[in-house]
């Protein structure tokens, strides 16, 4: 299974720069390392963003992908692991936009106002999940690009701002753009129970 | 006492825990005395749980996830074909005769002195690559050493001519090269030959780094990678020495010569901090 097979990453070690050199140089079995190390990583990115497992490996491709056919241009000036982190949210996201929306916001409140382990609140849970997914995607691109590495990736706002290149300021700067948006957008979804249902 | 307007502010960073403590206290003040800002926080964190209570990915298997992505994967120029089967060599002896026969066509222009710039030449890596693969073992390490040399070339012309992004995948073919033939040149035939090589390489990758420092614009990822490849010929030489085999004579070991230094060209002053990067 994959776990057995994980080698830890130790970023920006010499191992991980020889293998990126190999891979941008076109030597596959580099690549597959690489993959090996990292692969479990950006299929989580892609399934806290989508919900499904088939189509988070799929997005996990497109990311290996992306990541082979830029690896030429990659500097050595950026932990590979920020880069691959932003490369995976972008294209989560991305491949969130394009997915229509399937789910009304109506109703799904009073479900939350108990989620435990009967059937219909795991289906609530889903939905609401679904609804949090899309209401990412939704954003401004500035801020959904930097939501998304804390709500997908599960960065620290000092992981975020090395992934982005982007000063610290600014990361708490969106991420406050960002998450007010989402309580406008999400409404009665992020009201804790008792004043939901008293409103 | 904070405003509400700050106070509103600042509450998404004070629930992820990114003020400093006295902010902190500032800010619990004022949510003390404010039944609106204590309800928007909770709000936040209503939000901020949602968030955090994304589930992780079942385990995947890595082997059919490698599997469907190699399918997929573009193909690039390949510096090296590891382990073609002997079956195959026949194959690629006729492959060898019909590039030679397109090379004697092209010959006038896709010399083996075709620079990465050149359109022919991933003509010239092919060839290069199926001379190296057909070659007996006992030659194999005198090819790799004359095409970590001619990488070398490259990356020297190619950084002379501003084309960075060409110097570096040069530098980093050099790199594929030298780690392929690193264990031969650890425990070489000829010693003394081995250890000029290195030297020989060492030389030449100051060159490179000299024609990239010239023009007061040189690339950092050029520059790092020469000094990757230097780490990577110095690591080789230390094995080389620390592997050598000692003579031993009755119980007294004799004492391994005194290493001498490696003839490096002379170092250079770090270019400013200014430089720009392409």
Known sequence: MAQSEEVPSTEGDAEERRLIDRSAAGDQEAFRQ??????????????????ELALAEDVAQDVFIKVYKALPTYRHDKPFKHWLHRVAANTVTDSLRRRRPVISLDGLEQSLVSAGSDPQDVAARHDLQRAVRYAIASLPPHYRDTIALQAFGELSYDEIAKALDIPLGTVMSRLNGAKRLLRERLGDLVRPSEEANTA | MLSHATTRDWLIPYADGMLAVDERRRIDGHITGCPSCARELREVREL???LVTLPPAPPVAFAPFWLNLQAVLPHRRVLRIPGI???RRLGMAFAVAAIGVLAAGVSAFAAPSALPDNPLYPVKQLEESLRLELAP???????QLQLANERLREAQAMA????PALAENSLRGFRVIIDDAAAALKNPADPKSAKEALQALHLKLDAVERENADRGDDDKDVKQLVADANGELDRIEQDEVAESPTLVIGEQATPRPTPQPTL???PRPEPSDDEHHH
């Open chain 2, 160 to 163: 002379g001519r501003h084309k």
């Open chain 2, 137 to 143: 073992v006992n030659e194999r390490l005198t090819i």
């Open chain 1, 34 to 51: 690489l993959v090996l190390r990292y692969h479990r990583l950006v299929i989580n990115v892609a399934f806290r963003a989508l919900g």
């Open chain 2, 85 to 87: 089967a002997g079956y």
């Open chain 2, 264 to 266: 490096r060209a002379t």
């Open chain 2, 48 to 50: 901020n749980l949602l």
